[in-house]
C-alpha cells in the first residue's frame, strides 16, 4: 500500500522574492508572538496543498451516492442490477449489505443513531440510498441513474412546532420505544422561580419570537475520503479532511469493531471546516465499507449539493424569549427554544449538555436571575445541528441576547448601548458566576463597548441617521456585545463520546537545537503552522522558522479532541505552553550540569539560562540541546536528550468577548439592505500573532454578513430542501462587504487560568456578528416604521416584507 | 478523443471522453492538482486558471475550469497555479502579496483568487490606482470563507505595488 | 463534482458547417458557445444533449459589434465582456448595456459567455436579453442551406428555457435599432452580487423636442419570459417626461406582470419592485436623452 508523507514536509524555501531584501521578511520572524506571516503559505500559493481530493492511490475506485428525492417515504426496492451491469461500476452497495458489515447504522455523537444508507424508510430529501463505486467519478455519476428505488411517499414534517403535534407521523420508528417526535427530554438551566419573581418585579418586559434559521458552514471544499483497507494487513489507511482525527480514529474502532492501531487518519490540507468537517458521515462509513467490499481504496468525494443538503448544517433554533428590567436595568431572562435536530440527532455537543452551551444566553450583563429550557425534535431534514464557527450554541445563545437586548431598549425607549453599558458585569465582578453558572474569568466590558462606540463614532452616526430620516432615507445602527466560553473543557465536566476534551502535545528539541511539535489540534486554515510555533518560540526562545509543526497523523500525533469551539489555542495552545516549559524545566538540569552550578541558582531569559547574579555565565538553549543529546555525565534520575510530553485539561473555559456595531442602509423601495461599516473590538486576551487574530475576525464577520442577509437553508411543505447549490445557497462576496474595509479594534484582558493568558478567537466574530447586522437592519425599520423585529436573513423580500408589517421566519 | 493544450507551457496529449470537464483534464491527466473545485453550478470560482488565446492581443484572462470541456481549450494556453513562479521559483507578485498581507488562510480558493487578482492588474491601465469597488467587483465571482476578503484586496493593491517598484516582476503567462 | 451525462464534441468550422451539423445530428446537439449556461445545464443533467457543437472557433466570424444603416448589429460570439466595454454601444445606447453587463453574473463569466448563449439560454432573469427586449432587437436566426428569418425578441423568447429556434437553426446575430435622443437605464435587484435578478428593469427612451417619441420598457424575472409593459410604452409615446408619468408607468409595469412567489420572494414583492424600478430606470434613461 502506498502511504503519502502528510505533515508539512514540502516547504519550498521561501526566499525567492525578485527584490528579498526589502520584500522577503520571513527571515524577520519574531522569537516568539508578534506579527509574522504564515509559514504553511509557501506550499499554498505555490499550488502544492495536499487536500483530500488530491490524495492518488494505486488502484483507487471512485465512487457516487444515490439519494432520495423524497423527504420521507417508505422504501419497497431497490433494483441496483442495471447499474451493475455497467462496464465501469465495480460494486453497489445498499442498506441490506451493510447490515452484513453491521454498518447499516451508525452512532452520531450525540448518542441518537443514524442510517449509513437508508434501508426501510428515508427520513429527509437527498438521504443518502446506496453507494456506487467504478473505475471513475464520471461512470459512478451515469451508474446511479441506472437504480430503481420504489418509494411510498410519507407526509413530511419540516416545521419544528407541528413535529410536536399528537397527530404528527412519528419520524423514527425505527427506535424502539420512540412514541414522539422529541429528540431529547426537555432540558433546564437557571433557576425557575427565582425568575418568575424577578420578572415580576420587573419595570419593563420585552417578549420577542426569534429563528436562529438553518444555515450552513459551507467550506470551499466540500467533505471526502479515500479508504484504504490492506486486506491483508487488516491496516486501514483513511485520508479525510476531519477536523478530530483521533477521536474519528475511536469512533471507527468502535463502530467498524478495527483494532484502533491498525487504523491510521491522516488529514492532509482541509480546505476549510467551520464545523462541518467534525462529525462522521454515511459516506465515510460507505468508503470505509466499499473498500473493504472492493479490495481496494475507494475515494469519496462529496459535491456542493450534497454538502448542502446532507452534511452537517447549523442553527434552527427557535427561541421564545423575554427579558426585564427594573430601575433602568436589565435584571432577568427567560427563555424557551425549541430545537429542530432533523431526522437523526448529530447535534454536535458536549455529553452532559444536551443543549450545549445554550444556558450562556445571559450574555455579558449582570443578571439576577435567568432561566432557560430547551426540547429538541426530529423532523425530516438533514441531520446535524454542528457547531458551524461556534461553541456548542454559543451562537444561538448569543443572538437571542443581543436581540432581546435591543428589544428591551425599544420597549424602555433607551439607546441600545446605554442599556447594555448599565447592565455589564462590572470589571471588578470577575470571576463572575452568571444566573445559570458558568464562571466567566475576566472583562472590562465597558472600555471595549467605548472604544468601539469612538471608532464608530456613535453620537455622529446616530445624528446622521436623523437627518437621513428626515429625508425618507432608511439607515440603521447595530450594536452587539458577545461574551463566549470557548475552549472545551475541563475533563470533570466536559467530554464527548466520554472522551475528554482535552488535548496533547509532544515537543522534541533536536541536537541542533531545532524543534518538532506535535498536536492533537487540526489545523483548516487557522494557521497553526506558525502561531503554535511562534507559542514554542516564546517560551524557549527558538526562531519559529526552526520549529516544524506536526499535526494530522494520527500515528504521528499525540491523542486529543481536535479543533473546533475555538479550542485549538485555549486547549491545544495550553499543552503546547506546557509542555514547552517541561522542556524549559529539563534544560535547566542540563544547562547546571554546563554551568557546574545548582539549578535554582539559575534564572530564565528568552533562550538561555543563565547564573543569577552572574549573567554572562549562562548556557543557550542550542547548547543545552547539544549536551542533553551528547554528555555521559547523566546524574540519576535525568534522562539524555530534550523531549516532553503533556495533555492539558483547561481548569475553566476561557471567556473571549468583544463589542460590534454596524451601520446599513436600506432601500426603501425594494428593502435591498447595502453593509456600509463594520467596527469589531475583540477581546481575546493575549494575542500570539495578532495578524493571524485579524484574519480570523475578518473571516467570522464576513460569515456574519452572509448569516443576517442572505445565507439559509429552507423547505418546502414536501421536505425538499430549496437550497441545495450555490445557485440559492448564497455566500457572500467581496461586494457584500463594507467596501473600504473591516473596522478593528482590540482590548487584552488576559485570561487568568490560561498559561499563555490566552482566550481563543476563532469564533467571536461569527458570533458576534449576527445579531449586530440584524439589529442594524432592525434599528432602521424601527426608527423609519416603528417595526420592532425581522428574522435573519434579511434579503430583500423579507426586509419588504417587515417594513410593510408582515415579517415571518422563514421554514 | 485526443485532447492537446498546452499547459504552463508544456503541451499535454491525452485519450479523453469528449463530456471531460478542463479542471478534471488538469486535475486527472495533467495531475497538477493546485487547481481546485468547489461547486457544481459556476458560482464559487475555486477551478479558475488563466486562459490565453494566441491569436488575440488581449492579456491571459481568468476561466472557470468546471464550465469548459477540456476540448474547448485545445489551441488555448492555460496557467495554473503551478505555472505562476518563473522556471526559478521567483514568486510572481501576486503570490508575493498573498502572502505578505495574509490574503489566503485554508489555501482552497487561493489559486483561482490569484489568478483573478493576476488579471484585475495585468489589464487595468493603471494598476496602483484600482479603487476598492473595481477590486471588489473584480473578485466577485471567486468565492472565499476564510478570509472575508479584505486582506485579498490588500494583496491585489500590494502586487500592483510592486510590479510598479519592479516592471521587470510584470511577467505573463505569455512571455 | 457533478458532470455531464456522456456526450459526443465536435467543432464548427463555418456557420454553415455548425448548420449542416445540426441538420444531419437531428435533434440532439446543441450549439455550445461560451458555455456559461449550457455547460451548468449539462453538469446537473437538466439538458443531456448527445453532442455539443463548438463554434468558439469562429470567434473572429462572430464576436463583433457594429454600426450598419440604422442598426447596431451584435455576433452572437460577442462576450459579455465586449459588450460592457463597448464604446460603439454606450455611444448609440449609453448607459443601458453598461449598467446591465456590470451586473451580468460575474467577470469571469463575461470573459467568455456570449450573447448568442445568454438568449438561447432563455432564462427571464437574465440582464442582457431585458435590454434587448427593451430596445426591440431582433434575432436573426439561420437554418440548413442559407435560409435565414428575422424575429422580434418577444416571438424569440417563448418561456423559461424555450426559444423559437428550430433544432436545425442558429442564431447568427441580434439587430437592434437606432434611435434619436435615446436614453437607457437598467435596474436591478438581486439577493446578492453575480445572482440572477429578482426583478430588473430596463428602461429606454427617445425624446426630441422635449417629448417622448419612442419608448421600449421591459421587466426581467416577473413572467415566463422577459416581459413587454406595452401600456407603458403606449402612455410614454408623446408625452412630456416627468417624474409622475414615471410613477405611472411603474404602476402600470406593477399591474400588468405576472411573477411567481419563489425563493427570490413573493409575487407581491416582486410586482412591488418591478413598478419602483421601472419608476427609477424610466426617470434615469429620461434623463441621459435630456442630456
Request: aromatic content about 6%; charged content about 20%.
Amino acid at each position: 500500500m502506498a502511504t503519502v508523507e502528510t505533515t508539512p514536509g514540502r516547504h519550498p524555501e521561501f526566499v525567492s522574492y525578485a527584490d528579498g531584501e526589502k520584500f522577503g521578511k520571513i527571515a524577520d520572524a519574531p522569537i516568539g508572538y508578534g506579527h509574522m506571516k504564515r509559514k504553511e503559505d509557501a506550499r499554498f500559493i505555490r499550488g502544492l496543498g495536499d487536500y483530500t481530493d488530491d490524495v492518488r492511490l494505486p488502484g483507487m475506485l471512485h465512487s457516487a451516492i444515490l439519494r432520495s428525492p423524497y423527504a420521507h417515504a417508505t422504501i419497497n426496492s431497490i433494483d441496483t442490477s442495471a447499474a451493475l451491469a455497467h462496464p465501469k461500476v465495480a460494486a453497489v452497495i445498499i442498506a441490506k449489505d451493510l447490515e452484513t458489515l453491521g454498518l447499516a447504522w451508525m452512532p452520531t455523537i450525540s448518542y441518537d443513531t443514524q442510517a449509513v444508507l437508508a434501508g426501510d424508510k428515508v427520513r429527509f430529501h437527498l438521504q443518502e440510498v446506496a453507494f456506487v463505486i467504478a473505475t471513475d467519478a464520471y461512470a459512478a455519476q451515469d451508474a446511479l441513474q441506472l437504480i430503481e428505488v420504489d418509494f411510498d411517499v410519507l407526509p413530511a414534517i419540516v416545521n419544528c412546532r407541528k413535529a410536536l403535534d399528537p397527530d404528527a407521523p412519528l419520524i423514527r420508528d425505527d427506535k424502539v420505544g420512540q412514541t414522539d417526535n422529541l429528540a431529547s427530554p426537555m432540558w433546564e438551566a437557571g433557576d425557575k422561580s427565582n425568575c418568575d419573581r424577578v420578572f415580576g418585579e420587573a419595570d419593563v418586559v420585552a417578549s420577542r419570537t426569534l429563528l436562529d434559521p438553518r444555515s450552513h458552514p459551507c467550506p470551499m471544499e466540500t467533505c471526502g475520503m479515500v479508504a484504504d483497507m490492506n486486506p491483508d494487513t487488516g491496516q486501514l489507511n483513511i485520508y479525510n479532511a476531519n477536523q478530530a482525527p483521533h477521536a474519528h480514529r475511536t469512533v471507527y474502532a468502535q463502530v467498524a469493531g478495527l483494532p484502533e492501531q491498525n487504523i491510521r487518519i491522516l488529514c492532509n490540507d482541509i480546505g476549510g471546516g467551520f464545523g462541518n468537517k467534525v462529525p462522521v458521515y454515511p459516506g465515510y462509513v460507505c468508503a470505509i465499507a466499499g473498500s473493504i467490499v472492493a479490495g481496494a481504496p475507494v475515494k469519496w468525494m462529496e459535491d456542493r449539493s450534497e454538502n448542502l443538503a446532507s452534511t452537517g448544517f447549523a442553527r434552527d433554533y427557535l427561541m421564545h424569549a423575554e427579558m426585564c428590567s427594573k430601575g433602568g436595568k436589565i435584571t432577568g431572562l427567560r427563555v424557551d427554544t425549541i430545537a429542530d435536530h432533523g431526522a437523526f440527532d448529530s447535534t454536535a455537543q458536549a455529553t452532559k449538555f444536551p443543549a450545549g452551551f445554550f444556558h450562556i444566553v445571559t450574555g455579558s450583563y449582570d443578571l439576577q436571575a435567568a432561566h432557560c429550557q430547551v426540547k429538541a425534535v426530529y423532523t425530516n431534514k438533514a441531520p446535524g445541528g454542528v457547531a458551524y464557527r461556534c461553541s456548542f450554541r454559543i451562537t444561538e445563545a448569543i443572538y437571542c441576547v443581543e436581540r432581546m437586548v435591543d428589544a428591551l431598549a425599544m420597549e424602555m425607549n433607551v439607546d441600545p448601548v446605554e442599556l447594555r453599558m448599565r447592565s455589564f458585569i462590572r470589571s471588578d465582578q470577575f470571576p463572575y458566576e452568571t444566573a445559570t453558572g458558568w464562571v466567566y474569568d475576566s472583562g472590562d466590558y465597558a472600555k471595549t463597548m467605548k472604544l468601539a462606540m469612538e471608532i464608530a463614532d456613535y453620537e455622529g452616526l446616530r445624528a446622521e441617521q436623523q437627518e437621513k430620516l428626515a429625508k425618507g432615507e432608511m439607515m440603521g445602527i447595530g450594536v452587539a456585545f458577545f461574551t463566549e466560553g470557548v475552549g472545551a473543557g475541563p475533563r470533570r465536566h466536559m467530554d464527548i463520546l466520554g472522551l475528554a476534551m482535552n488535548d496533547g502535545a509532544e515537543l522534541r528539541v533536536h541536537p541542533t537545537g531545532k524543534a518538532v511539535v506535535s498536536l492533537s489540534a487540526q489545523t483548516q486554515g487557522q494557521g497553526h503552522e506558525t502561531t503554535f510555533a511562534q507559542i514554542v518560540a516564546e517560551e524557549l526562545g527558538i526562531s519559529p522558522n526552526e520549529i516544524m509543526v506536526r499535526h494530522g497523523d494520527t500515528d504521528k500525533t499525540p491523542y486529543g479532541l481536535g479543533t473546533y469551539g475555538s479550542r485549538s489555542t485555549p486547549v491545544s495552545g495550553g499543552a503546547v505552553a506546557v509542555v514547552s516549559r517541561k522542556v524549559r524545566d529539563k534544560a535547566r538540569q542540563f544547562a547546571a550540569l554546563m554551568l557546574e552550578t545548582r539549578a535554582e541558582d539559575l534564572a530564565w531569559e528568552k533562550g538561555r539560562w543563565f547564573v543569577r547574579g552572574d549573567p554572562e555565565r549562562g548556557a543557550s538553549i542550542e547548547s543545552i540541546a547539544e549536551y542533553a543529546y551528547s554528555t555521559t555525565n547523566l546524574p540519576e534520575g535525568l534522562e539524555g536528550g530534550l523531549d516532553a510530553n503533556a495533555v492539558y485539561d483547561p481548569p475553566n473555559l476561557t471567556y473571549p468577548y468583544g463589542a460590534y456595531i454596524s451601520v446599513v442602509d436600506v432601500d426603501p423601495g425594494t428593502g435591498k439592505v447595502h453593509m456600509r461599516r463594520f467596527i469589531a473590538v475583540d477581546d481575546c486576551g493575549v494575542r500570539i500573532n495578532p495578524m493571524v487574530v485579524e484574519g480570523q475576525i475578518h473571516g467570522g464577520l464576513v460569515e456574519g454578513i452572509g448569516q443576517a442577509l442572505m445565507e439559509v437553508i429552507s423547505f418546502d411543505d414536501q421536505g425538499n430542501c430549496l437550497n441545495a447549490s450555490f445557485m440559492d445557497y448564497l455566500l457572500p462576496t467581496a461586494l457584500e462587504c463594507p467596501e473600504h474595509g473591516l473596522e478593528l479594534g482590540e482590548t487584552v484582558t488576559p485570561c487568568p487560568h490560561h498559561p499563555i493568558g490566552a482566550k481563543g478567537v476563532g469564533e467571536s466574530a461569527c458570533n458576534g456578528s449576527p445579531p449586530c447586522i440584524t439589529n442594524a437592519v432592525v434599528d432602521a425599520l424601527y426608527h423609519a416604521k416603528g417595526i420592532k423585529h425581522m428574522d435573519m436573513p434579511c434579503f430583500p423580500a423579507r426586509v419588504w416584507a417587515a417594513m410593510n408589517g408582515n415579517a415571518q421566519p422563514v421554514q | 478523443m485526443i485532447v492537446n493544450i498546452s499547459i504552463n507551457g508544456q503541451m499535454q496529449s491525452h485519450d479523453v471522453e469528449p463530456r471531460l470537464l478542463l479542471v478534471h483534464y488538469i486535475r486527472e491527466y495533467a495531475e497538477l492538482h493546485g487547481t481546485h473545485w468547489g461547486c457544481d453550478t459556476s458560482n464559487c470560482g475555486i477551478c479558475i486558471v488563466l486562459m490565453d488565446d494566441p491569436v488575440s492581443d488581449q492579456p491571459p484572462y481568468p476561466v472557470k475550469s468546471c464550465t469548459m470541456l477540456a476540448a474547448m481549450a485545445e489551441g488555448y494556453e492555460i496557467t495554473t497555479v503551478e505555472g505562476m513562479a518563473a522556471p526559478d521559483g521567483t514568486l510572481d507578485p501576486i503570490q508575493m502579496g498573498f502572502h505578505e498581507m495574509h490574503a489566503l488562510q485554508c489555501g482552497f480558493c487561493t489559486p483561482g483568487m490569484m489568478s483573478t487578482g493576476r488579471w484585475l492588474i495585468e489589464r487595468h491601465p493603471n494598476p496602483t490606482q484600482m479603487t476598492d469597488h473595481e477590486i471588489r467587483d473584480g473578485i466577485s465571482g471567486n468565492l472565499c470563507r476564510c478570509t472575508g476578503y479584505d486582506n485579498i484586496v490588500k494583496a491585489i493593491r500590494w502586487a500592483a505595488a510592486y510590479i510598479e517598484e519592479h516592471p521587470e516582476s510584470a511577467r505573463t503567462a505569455r512571455a | 463534482m457533478q458532470t455531464p451525462a456522456p456526450c459526443e464534441y465536435s467543432r464548427a468550422t463555418s456557420v454553415d458547417d455548425a448548420i449542416a451539423q445540426l441538420d444531419k445530428l437531428g435533434g440532439n446537439a446543441r450549439i455550445l458557445a461560451g458555455g456559461y449556461s449550457l455547460i451548468p445545464m449539462m453538469k446537473l443533467r437538466l439538458a443531456n444533449p448527445g453532442h455539443v457543437i463548438d463554434i468558439n472557433p469562429l470567434e473572429r466570424e462572430l464576436n463583433y459589434i457594429r454600426e450598419e444603416g440604422d442598426e447596431v448589429r451584435i455576433g452572437p460570439l460577442t462576450r459579455h465582456v465586449n459588450m460592457l466595454e463597448s464604446d460603439l454601444l454606450d455611444r448609440v445606447f449609453p448607459h443601458i448595456f453598461r449598467e446591465a453587463e456590470a451586473v451580468l453574473a460575474d467577470p469571469v463569466v463575461r470573459n467568455r459567455g456570449s450573447m448568442g448563449g445568454s438568449l438561447c439560454q432563455s432564462d427571464p432573469a437574465e440582464d442582457l436579453s431585458g435590454v434587448i427586449v427593451a430596445l426591440k432587437g431582433q434575432a436573426v436566426l439561420r437554418g440548413p442551406g442559407g435560409s435565414e428569418r428575422v424575429v422580434e425578441m418577444d416571438e424569440f423568447h417563448l418561456g423559461p428555457y424555450m426559444t423559437c429556434i428550430q433544432p436545425t437553426e442558429m442564431l447568427v446575430e441580434v439587430r437592434i435599432p437606432k434611435r434619436q435622443g435615446f436614453g437607457g437605464a437598467h435596474e436591478k435587484v438581486e439577493r446578492r452580487a453575480g445572482d440572477f435578478a429578482i426583478v430588473a428593469a430596463s428602461s429606454a427612451v427617445a425624446i426630441e423636442g422635449g417629448k417622448i417619441t419612442w419608448a421600449g420598457v421591459a421587466c426581467s424575472a416577473v413572467g415566463p419570459t422577459t416581459l413587454h409593459i406595452e401600456r407603458a410604452e403606449q402612455a410614454l409615446v408623446g408625452q412630456a417626461p416627468s417624474e409622475d408619468l414615471f410613477a405611472e408607468c411603474g404602476q402600470m409595469a406593477a399591474a400588468d406582470c405576472s411573477p411567481n412567489s419563489d425563493g427570490r420572494g413573493p409575487a407581491d414583492y416582486k410586482r412591488h419592485v418591478a413598478g419602483v424600478l421601472t419608476t427609477r430606470a424610466l426617470s434615469r434613461a429620461a434623463a441621459t436623452a435630456m442630456r
